[in-house]
């Protein structure tokens, strides 16, 4: 029997979905027999792989780089979870989207600094107008809400999926 490829990714959030994943502890090894991790912050792959069967996403898309990766992670995935309330409805990232990216840049880089203020020119993705959740940009197939979701719904998200079910998240609950 193969195993199932999983991703996981982190886009513009705190990596709060990450650390409740590190959380499942032990349980991740009952998961291992039946998944190989071919992408995330927690190995060292380089490069989104193709053949990813489950992407697990966090974060919401606000640069460039995010809107390029994740039509990437899109295009290379049977299945996308966006995890958290990032990646659900942009949640925190999208405290900047009523002021615009002028002036949040402005405030960061000129006014709340007290040497070498300047906006950084290099190694800074474009941001992107306005924050979005991920279903704004890619097809999503499963909403798992939480800031984070807790340990034991990624646990149970990623058990059904492996076992064939449709996770139940009904239970869920956004915060």
Not at 12 to 30: A, K, P, T
Not at 39 to 66: C, H, I, N, R
Not at 87 to 96: C, D, E, F, G, Q
Request: glycine share 6%; proline share 7%.
């Amino acid at each position: 029997m193969s195993k199932v490829r999983v991703a996981t990714v982190w886009l513009d959030g705190c990596s709060g979905c990450h650390m409740s994943f590190l959380d499942m502890d032990e349980r991740i090894l009952n998961l291992i027999p039946k998944i190989d991790i071919v992408y995330s912050p927690l190995v060292d792959a380089k490069e989104f792989p193709e053949g990813v069967d489950v992407a697990l996403v966090e974060g919401a898309v606000s640069s460039d780089e995010d809107l390029h990766k994740i039509k990437l992670i899109r295009e290379r995935s049977t299945t996308l979870i966006a995890l958290g309330d990032c990646a659900v409805t942009s949640n925190v990232p999208s405290m900047r989207n009523p002021f615009g990216v002028d002036l949040v840049m402005k405030r960061v880089y000129l006014e709340n600094i007290d040497c070498q203020a300047g906006v950084p020119n290099e190694r800074l993705p474009k941001l992107l107008p306005k924050a979005r959740p991920l279903h704004e940009v890619v097809k999503v197939d499963l909403f798992v809400p939480g800031c984070p979701p807790s340990a034991d719904l990624i646990y149970q998200v990623l058990s059904d999926l492996l076992d064939g079910k449709t996770p139940d998240l009904t239970q869920a609950r956004f915060g």
